[in-house]
């Protein structure tokens, strides 16, 4: 099975999982820590995904289920916000939902797999990052990014996007140009 292959159910499933260890490592002292994301602490980037998935869900007219504040519990919220997100696109009546995208026609499932779930691996590098934990992303999450950021263009160079790409070494490893491509250095 290629990655072209996998269901935005299943590819959120995998990748949902991935980001739950990354939080679930973070020490309780180190999430006020900045974030490789300017102005942004560990806490924000756990923020930033959960504000993101609640917000997509509202352009197709659902809401995903009420869960503790990332202030009190980064690992619950974060729960709470996954599961329910799981069950809509569990679910094909909801995940096909359909809405004008900035891309043109699109639907639900097809938003969260191609950018939400672009967010839970570069943000969850993003946490590892700021927390000093395990910052490793599986080769085969950075070659799907990897044909996702390429796909978008210069679309993603817009504000509040990725900032500009930073120059690295011919012989870097694929997650390393892949992270400064998307304005990260590693």
């Known amino acids: 099975m290629t990655t072209a292959d996998i269901?935005?159910?299943?590819?959120?499933?995998d990748l949902a999982a991935g980001f739950t260890q990354r939080i679930d490592a973070v020490p309780e002292d180190r999430w006020d820590n900045n974030s490789p994301c300017e102005?942004?602490?560990a806490r924000d980037v756990v923020r930033h995904v959960i504000d993101s998935e609640r917000d997509m869900v509202k352009v197709v007219g659902l809401e995903l289920a009420p869960g503790p504040s990332v202030d009190d519990n980064p690992s619950a919220a974060w729960a709470a916000v996954r599961d329910s997100m799981q069950a809509i696109l569990d679910d094909p009546e909801k995940s096909t939902l359909e809405y004008d995208g900035h891309f043109g026609r699109t639907n639900l499932g097809a938003t969260v797999?191609?950018?939400?779930?672009?967010?839970?691996?570069?943000?969850?590098?993003?946490?590892?990052?700021?927390?000093?934990?395990?910052?490793?992303?599986?080769?085969?999450d950075v070659d799907w990014v990897s044909q996702i950021a390429a796909g978008l263009g210069d679309s993603i160079r817009m504000a509040g996007v990725c900032g500009p790409e930073i120059p690295v070494a011919d012989d870097a490893d694929k997650a390393t140009k892949l992270l400064a491509y998307l304005g990260r250095a590693v």
């Open 7 to 13: 269901s935005p159910a299943d590819r959120y499933r």
């Open 39 to 41: 102005g942004w602490t």
């Open 113 to 140: 797999d191609g950018f939400l779930c672009f967010d839970l691996v570069i943000h969850g590098w993003d946490l590892a990052a700021a927390t000093g934990t395990d910052t490793s992303i599986p080769e085969k």
